[in-house]
Every structure is written in structure tokens, then in C-alpha cells.
């Protein structure tokens, strides 16, 4: 489900380019993930690696495209693929060097929060109903919970997750 919603909000026109370039990162972990769990490979390293670099990198990037949607990096494609690299690599050398997933854990929960206030701010019901879903999601997840019980908190995790992207895409960023 999250592959399908965030390959449709990456390839969709009506979104910034670095709104969609975040999109495409969740959308290569999820992918990743559904090949890794579904028996198709063993390796768990590829959908760890990328799932790492879409938390620090896409969240924070998805935050900045619902804060700031008149910068150039939020419009431009080279500039956004630049940022989200920068995003990228120092997010990676941070977890990487620390053997901690604390940064992580932060870039998405405070990421999304600054999506929920942006999109209050902007009087955007559904962004900020989609941002605080994605938030229970999140904390789902950290906490090892899972309200439904035939779900794991994962499960929760990617569902909430393409829901609030699905939410986010109707108007987050559009021109």
C-alpha cells in the first residue's frame, strides 16, 4: 500500500519536486520492503539502508516543502535533489556514526509535527489530519503497539504512513 500511494504522489505532476523526490524515497523503501518480506530476497540490509535515508531525508524534506513552498529548492528539481542528498548524507553519517536511531527518531516525529502546524497554519484540515495520523503511526511503531490486533505496529507504521502521504498530496504543495 505504501509503495502504491507514494509511487502515485512521486509520479504525480501536480506536486513540488522535492515534495515528490521525498515521495520517491519512501517509495523506494516500501518497495524494497514488500520484495524483502515477501520472500522475493533475503537481504534486509537494502530496505534497512533506504528506510534509514527516506527518515532522515524525506521527513524533514516534506517539512520543508510545507513550510517554505516558494523556496527554489522546494521548485526546481536540480535543487531538490541536491538538498535531499545533503539531507541524505549528513542524516546517514549522523545514525551511521552514532549506532543510534535517536536522530532518526527525531527527524520524523518533529518533521511531521512542523507538517501538521504548516498545514494548521495554512488552514489545510486534511494535511493536518494526515500529518497526525502519520504521528500516531510513527509513535505506534517506536512504542512497539499496535491498536488492531491482526496488525503488527509496522503494519500501522506503513499504513499510516500512506495515508498521510495520500492526505498530504491533495494540496500540501501544489501551485
Known amino acids: 500500500m505504501l ?14 519536486p522535492l515534495f515528490r523526490v521525498a515521495a520517491g524515497l519512501f517509495s523506494a523503501a516500501a518497495l524494497l520492503g514488500a520484495l524483502r518480506f515477501s520472500g522475493v530476497y533475503a537481504v534486509e540490509a537494502p530496505h ?19 513550510w517554505f513552498t516558494q523556496w527554489r529548492v522546494i521548485r526546481e528539481w536540480r535543487a531538490s535533489i541536491l538538498m535531499i542528498s545533503v539531507l541524505a548524507i549528513l542524516g546517514a553519517l549522523i545514525v551511521m556514526s552514532t549506532g543510534s536511531r535517536l536522530y532518526l527518531d527525531a527527524c520524523a516525529v518533529l518533521s511531521v509535527s512542523g507538517v501538521a502546524y504548516a498545514c494548521s497554519s495554512q488552514s489545510f484540515r486534511l494535511g493536518v489530519i494526515s500529518a497526525v495520523i502519520m504521528l ?40
Do not use: E, N
Open 136 to 175: 500516531v503511526g510513527l509513535l505506534c511503531f517506536a512504542a512497539k503497539i499496535s491498536p488492531v490486533t491482526a496488525l503488527q505496529p509496522a503494519d500501522i507504521l506503513h499504513l499510516a504512513l500512506a495515508a498521510g502521504w495520500l492526505g498530504l498530496s491533495r494540496r500540501l504543495v501544489k501551485d
Open 48 to 66: 534497512r539502508l533506504i528506510s534509514m535515508i527516506a527518515g532522515v531525508a524525506a521527513f524533514p524534506a516534506m517539512a520543508i516543502s510545507a
Open 3 to 16: 509503495f502504491v500511494v507514494t509511487a502515485y504522489v512521486a509520479l504525480s505532476s501536480t506536486q513540488s
